[in-house]
Structure formats: C-alpha cells, structure tokens
C-alpha cells in the first residue's frame, strides 16, 4: 500500500487522467477517523494556515470549510438515502454513524497539533507543497503522518463551490485509494465498477463515493467476511455488493493510449482492467492482460456476418430503420460484446461492399470508410484517444468539432490523399504537399463526403477539431488492413471492386 497520496492537478490539465474511477477501500485498515465516529466520538481536527500568524486566532471561515468537507462525505449518503426508505432499512445498523458523520461540528477544531486525529495545513507556496507531496499541484495526504497539506483554496466562505481537492484528500483519510494508475487496481478486492467518483476527476461526491463510505465503515467495523453485509449500490442499475465486493458482473471501459480498455469484474472481485482492443488491425484487435475466462465470452472474433437488410434483425439497430436502403444489402457481425460493445456493418451495392463502419453501443461512430464514386475512398475514425468519449463534441454556433479525423484518398493511387485540416494557412503545406494544386478541392470533397454519408446514414459524424490529427501512412495502412479483411468475407465484391480499380488505371494512362 502506498504512504503517501497525491492529487496531481497537472494531469487534469494534460487529458493524462482515466476518464472515471471506481471506488477502492485500502486494503489495510489504518483510520482513528472512521473508529471515533463509530464510536460517536468527535474527530480531533488540527488546522494551520500561511496567512494567520503566530498567536493571532484562526479564522473561523477556515475552520468551517474544513470541518463541511468532512462532513460532506456522509451528507452524500443522506441524501441519496431521502428517497429511497428500503436503503434506510437495511442500513439501519449504520444510519446513527451516518447522521453522526454528517454533523459538521462533530470535526472539532483543537489548537494542539498533539491532540489531533488528522492535521490539515493550508498554505499559499506551491514549492512548498510540491516539496511535502512529491510534486503535487494543488494537495495530497500523508498516510503516517495523518496529515493533508493543501494550497488554500480560492473561497472559504458558503457557498464554497468546488472543493474537489479538500474533500478529496479526506477521503484518503477515510481509507479511499487512487486509481490514477492501473497498479492501484490489481490486487483490490473491495470496491466497484468504473464510475464518476471524487477520487478521481469528479468535481463532486457521487454514489460510487456513497458506495464507498458505507463499505468504509463496514470494514471498519472490523465484520467479518461471514457476517453478510449485503448493500444495494446508490447507483442503481442492479448493482449489488457482498462485504464491499461487487456481485454481478459488469464490463466498463475507458480509452487510454489509442485502446479501448475494459474492465470487468471477474469471479466475484472488483472491476479490474482484463482486455485491451484497438481498431488498427482487424487481426488484432484483442490483448487480453486479464483472466482470458474473464473476457472469453466479450470478444467475438469468429462471429459470422448476419444480412439484417430487413426482418427483425435489422430493428435492433435505430439508424438502420430510418434508412432508404434502396436495394443495398446490409451485413452485420459483433466485434466485442458488452456495453462496452462495438459492432461492425457492411453495406453492399451491385456487390460491392462501398461502406462500412464501426459502432459502440450508443450508436456513435467509431470507424467509417465509404468507396466514393470517382474512384476516391473516404475514411473517419474517432480515435480512442485519453479522456475522449466517442463523438462527443464541442460546438460554437452551429458548428460543431471533436477528437474526430478523416481524410480521403485515391483507391488505385493512395499516395494521392487529404486529410482534413480547417483550412489554417500553416497547415496546408505539411497536409497536402502530395498535390497542392488539388488540395482544395480535395478538401471539400472530405467534407462532402461526411454531409453525405451523416445523411445517407442518419450517424451523428463530428468535424474535425483541425490540424492535422492523422498519421497518414499509419492511417493508409490501417484502411488497407480492413479493406483486406472485408474484401475476405465478401470474394465476389473484391473481384468487383479489383476491375473497377483497373478500368480506373487504364482510363488514367489513356489520357
């Protein structure tokens, strides 16, 4: 177990951080915190700060800004419980240590650092707490030394606004770990699904934080693993632990590092990361780093393609019960099952497959390649970049941009392509130094082909950010490697398509 914990607030700013945490209890119990309040006994809170003096009093602003932080943490739980009398119930063994933790003056403030349960010391030198928490920017908590050091915070007067990092902090002391890095998740056996959570990039407590606290004082408690301690989770969904482990198997996902990495939680342990997939090769889309029994039943490599052009197949897909398909045929195979999912389409026209795409399981578009009609293809891809969530946007106006990138490419030629840029004077020459003459219409005849293929197929498709976002040799290769894989379930197309190439050459070499 770690000694100490920091809340590095330079990841937030670089995207580096995993885009949502599950909660996960120390192993190791170490918390005189939770035991006074089990004990309705109050904490014992030393607070310091750079801008009182020596013998000059505390403010008392300060002094209630802290104490609400902790308190915030079993406030959580009390609301969430407002509605939901059942949960009252069968906590009713915890609600008096509840309502006690919610109690902020039940945190007493004491002027001897020697009396404290926990010491927390707000200063303004950033050197000064980078030096006490190994670099960290805005706070951390020493595990031995019971102690937080923290920058002051901009506002200590109600209502406070975000107070991520205090509040943050105190819950390492309540014995919540990190999981900015995969090592704090490998050997856990109490905690949950990958959620919003305050012990990582959430601004605020969520239920996941609820699910915590109460498993928390559970193990501080000191139950035992026969003793059940069956808690239904604050965030619904049929989530269920048994003594602080989750018992129905869920699969969650993040992107890190160009990979969807999924998590699930295996043979009654918390989620834990078992499957890495990427796009960049068919071939290879799976890297299982887990338990393989953990992730057998998700990845779905030898599925057969299904035509879903009509029947009740083909209403299980909203985007395809709004199409025209006006004679096409539409094939259909699952890459990844879950929902954390991803699913592979293929229409076919005149037996040519001209389009296929990618979708996860909220019908966003993860992959997409069109055959356009004179003789270019067109390719999109939104990237399984850290901290992006597939087709998620940012708009100004009516124009809307994400993490997406698309460029388009001669078929028979590809060292004849563009990718998309915004049209930035510094951009055009690295982007289109294959054929300058052309790259504007080049251009335009990207964005076409997304208006045409967003209305074609009713999928929500989002401009590039701009600049260039695309490695295009690496992009070539890719679109080549799933030009083969189709062109192998799809022969007769692949001959189709291998003489529209040739009659496109010899037309080129007789003008």
Not at 117 to 145: E, T
Not at 175 to 181: A, F, G, S
Not at 244 to 260: L, N, P, S, W
Request: proline letters at 4%.
């Amino acid at each position: 177990m770690k000694k100490w914990s920091c809340l590095l607030g330079v990841f937030f700013l670089s995207g580096a951080l995993f885009a949502a945490s599950p909660f996960v209890v120390m192993e190791k119990y170490e918390s005189s915190l939770l035991d006074n309040l089990i004990r309705r006994e109050p904490v014992q809170v030393y607070i310091s700060s750079s801008r009182t003096s020596a013998g000059e009093p505390l403010d008392p602003a300060l002094i209630e800004y802290t104490q609400t932080a902790f308190s915030a943490w079993f406030e959580n739980v009390l609301s969430l419980l407002k509605d939901n009398p059942a949960q009252q119930q069968a906590l009713q063994d915890y609600m008096d240590i509840i309502r006690y933790g919610a109690n902020f003056q039940n945190y007493q403030y004491t002027q001897n650092p020697s009396y404290a349960d926990i010491k927390v010391h707000y200063v303004d030198d950033g050197d000064l707490i980078a030096k006490k928490c190994n670099g960290g920017a805005f706070g951390c908590y020493l595990l031995r030394a019971r102690t937080i050091w923290m920058l002051f915070p901009e506002n200590i007067h109600p209502p406070y606004g975000d107070r991520r990092t205090i509040i943050h902090e105190i819950g390492h002391a309540f014995t919540m770990d990190d999981l900015y890095t995969l090592r704090y998740l490998k050997k856990k056996k109490m905690g949950s699904g990958i959620q919003d959570s305050i012990m990582n990039h959430n601004r605020s407590l969520t239920c996941d934080d609820a699910d915590a606290i109460v498993t928390a004082l559970y193990k501080a408690k000191g139950a035992k693993d026969e003793d059940i301690f069956a808690l239904e989770s604050f965030c619904g969904g049929g989530r269920k632990y048994e003594n602080g482990r989750m018992m129905v198997k869920e699969t969650r996902h993040e992107h890190i590092r160009g990979v969807r990495l999924l998590y699930t939680n295996c043979l009654g342990e918390p989620v834990k990361p078992q499957l890495e997939v990427s796009i960049n090769d068919p071939r290879k889309m799976y890297k299982i780093i887990g338990k393989k029994e953990c992730v057998a039943d998700l990845i779905a490599p030898q599925a057969e393609f299904e035509e879903i052009s009509s029947g009740p197949k083909k209403h299980d897909f909203a985007h395809l019960d709004q199409m025209d398909l006006n004679g096409e045929k539409v094939f259909y195979k699952p890459l990844l099952r879950s929902e954390s999912g991803l699913d592979l389409f293929v229409h076919v026209r005149q037996s040519v497959p001209d389009l296929f795409y990618i979708l996860d399981k909220r019908a966003n578009v993860v992959y997409m390649s069109a055959l356009l009609s004179n003789g270019f293809r067109w390719v999109y891809e939104y990237p399984f970049a850290t901290g992006a969530e597939i087709g998620r946007e940012r708009c100004i106006g009516a124009k809307c941009s994400g993490w997406s990138q698309m460029f388009v490419y001669k078929a028979h030629d590809p060292s004849q392509y563009a990718v998309f840029t915004d049209g930035e004077s510094s951009m055009e020459q690295d982007l289109c130094y294959h054929q300058p003459a052309q790259c504007e219409s080049l251009q335009r005849m990207n964005l076409r082909a997304m208006q045409d293929l967003a209305h074609r197929t009713g999928l929500k498709l989002v401009l590039p950010e701009g600049g260039m976002q695309t490695d295009s040799a690496s992009a070539l290769a890719q679109i080549q490697r799933w030009e083969k894989e189709i062109a192998t379930h799809f022969p007769t197309a692949m001959r189709q398509e291998q003489v529209d190439r040739l009659k496109a050459s010899l037309s080129e070499l007789a003008r």
